[in-house]
């Protein structure tokens, strides 16, 4: 068996690095590209061959970026494009941030259910329910399931009594 030179092993791993770090730029290049509204790129990006599924280190990814995202009607097509785009490239509808959020949850607190309708139909059927506490001392519950969207506010303590 025949060893490799010290020169080719270093170029494999100079290679490796140099594609890891052409990665990484493109990731953040479609973040950014979302974060501008500028979705035909995003989508070119998508298309061409982006980790849809890539992370910031808050655990945001992609879908979620652009489901927490609140666009003008003019723009809310290419929106709903790029989601779409984004699911069949196998982007994952379940994906959880570092908070447990997933993009059906920003799409519902975003306000757009056309948006929620599209990862409900997308994904597979799930129950999520996001419990926020904010500093009144008042817990909203966000509760999606099968297309059936609720939402409801309770006082702190009637909240375990509604649950059980």
């Not at 490799?4 to 973040?31: A, C, D, H, T």
């Not at 609140?70 to 290419?78: A, F, I, W, Y």
């Not at 329910?129 to 309770?154: A, G, K, Y």
């Amino acid at each position: 068996m025949k060893k490799r030179s010290p020169r080719v092993n270093s170029l494999e791993e100079e290679n490796i690095f140099v594609s890891e770090f052409v990665k990484r730029q493109l990731e953040g290049k479609l973040f950014r590209a979302i974060l501008c509204y500028k979705y035909k790129l995003a989508r070119i990006l998508v298309e061409g061959g982006v980790d849809v599924n890539c992370r910031l280190r808050t655990g945001v990814t992609p879908l979620i970026l652009i489901c927490d995202q609140e666009v003008d009607e003019d723009m809310k097509g290419m929106q709903l494009r790029l989601v779409r785009c984004l699911i069949s490239k196998q982007a994952d509808v379940n994906a959880k941030d570092n908070f447990g959020r997933t993009a059906r949850t920003y799409a519902f607190l975003s306000g757009d259910i056309r948006l929620v309708r599209l990862l409900e139909l997308c994904g597979p059927p799930a129950m999520t329910w996001d419990v926020n506490v904010s500093f009144n001392r008042r817990e909203s519950v966000v509760i999606t399931s099968n297309l059936n969207i609720h939402f409801h506010r309770w006082e702190s303590n009637d909240f375990a009594q509604q649950i059980n």
